[in-house]
């Protein structure tokens, strides 16, 4: 059973109950993570919130039931006028639309006035990606870390899982010793968001760097268990890999947007700098669309022109 996220909403207690029930849903049946339960509670908490103070009195079932498209906007401008940019806006429309999905298909209330509205337009940030050079040199540096031995080469390995293979960093801290790529295995299953699995390969340096890992760890997961272990012996924890790209990245005067993610990004970009087909990185990815993906190539774009305006003698 998914972990149940706990949230206070201003309601009347029909409504109150109904919150309660769907955020049990979310955990429960649609198996959220933890963090959107949490964003998406949070949201539905200042959303009822906002109607208290909107309608005079914290709304019921009903109130819901008679909302009108300009409620909605009142709410989203409120927030907008509190600094929420429009990322944060369209999580929290999606997530109110969940509510009301939720609402309607079990008789509670019924209302479109959340269908209503047009998503806040996203900005199109473009994936940061570090030059061929630099994702080495990060990757090679990490022997400039204070520490054990085994605790350099589990960090080595793990940067190696995100730019050798492209996964993100949760994907690569999820790796069991069971399907661990060693011993002539040259492939990875993954699971990805969504619970979408895929298989990418793994190169020779990727499982010659997991190998040396597990020779020099003191410790012995059971089958099954997390591959990467922390200081303790427990799993190794997102914060840890951050923190050691923060100090590598100081230490090559590297540009703050060179994160573990940023691997990843780079992972693509490079592939497709030396020939890869976008359907294929596609699938390395993991992504659901395509247009997603199509976004390195604006980023293979950019570069291409900062070198050419650098470089050609008429630039």
């Known amino acids: ?57 914290p709304p019921a079932l009903s109130d819901i039931a008679a909302l009108k498209p300009a409620d909605i906007r009142g709410f989203l ?30 008789g509670l209330a019924k209302t479109t006035a959340f ?18 050079s630099d994702a080495l040199a990060l ?3 990490v ?7 085994w605790i350099i080469a589990r960090d080595r390995a793990v940067l ?22 060693i011993h002539g295995r040259n492939a990875l299953r993954v699971i990805g ?11 020779p ?13 003191p410790y012995t997961p059971a089958p099954g268990e997390p591959l990467f272990r922390g200081a303790r012996g427990g799993p190794l924890q997102p914060a840890i890999v951050q923190k050691s790209v923060r100090l590598l990245r100081g230490a090559l005067g590297l540009d703050d947007s060179t994160t573990p993610h940023a691997l990843r990004h780079s992972f693509a970009t490079h592939l497709l700098g030396r020939g890869g087909d976008l359907r294929t990185i596609q699938e390395l990815l993991g992504h659901a669309s395509l247009s997603t993906t199509q976004g390195y190539t604006k980023v293979d774009t950019a570069r291409l022109l900062d070198i050419y305006a650098k470089s050609h003698p008429r630039a």
């Open 205 to 217: 340096a990727v499982s010659d760097a997991i190998s040396r890992y597990l020779d020099l760890c």
């Open 1 to 57: 059973m998914a972990q149940r996220q706990s949230f206070l909403v201003t309601a009347a207690s029909d409504l109150a109950l109904a919150a309660h029930e769907w955020c049990g849903h979310l955990a429960d049946e649609r198996r959220l993570s933890p963090k959107t339960l949490d964003a998406y509670g949070r949201d539905l908490a200042q959303f009822l919130t906002f109607l208290t103070g909107h309608l005079g009195a």
């Open 143 to 149: 022997e400039i870390e204070a520490g054990e031995a």
């Open 77 to 106: 401008a409120a927030r907008r006028k509190a600094g929420v940019g429009p990322r944060t806006l369209g999580r929290q429309l999606a997530a109110l639309r969940t509510f009301a999905r939720y609402l309607d298909k079990n």
């Open 193 to 203: 968001k969504g619970d979408k699995t895929r298989i990418v390969p793994v190169l």
């Open 160 to 181: 190696l899982l995100l730019y050798g293979c492209g996964l993100r960093i949760a994907e690569a801290l999820a790796v069991t010793t069971t399907e661990a790529p």
């Open 139 to 141: 990757i090679e540096s």
């Open 115 to 132: 269908h209503a509205i047009r998503a806040p337009k996203q900005p199109r940030a473009l994936p940061r990606a570090l030059t061929i």
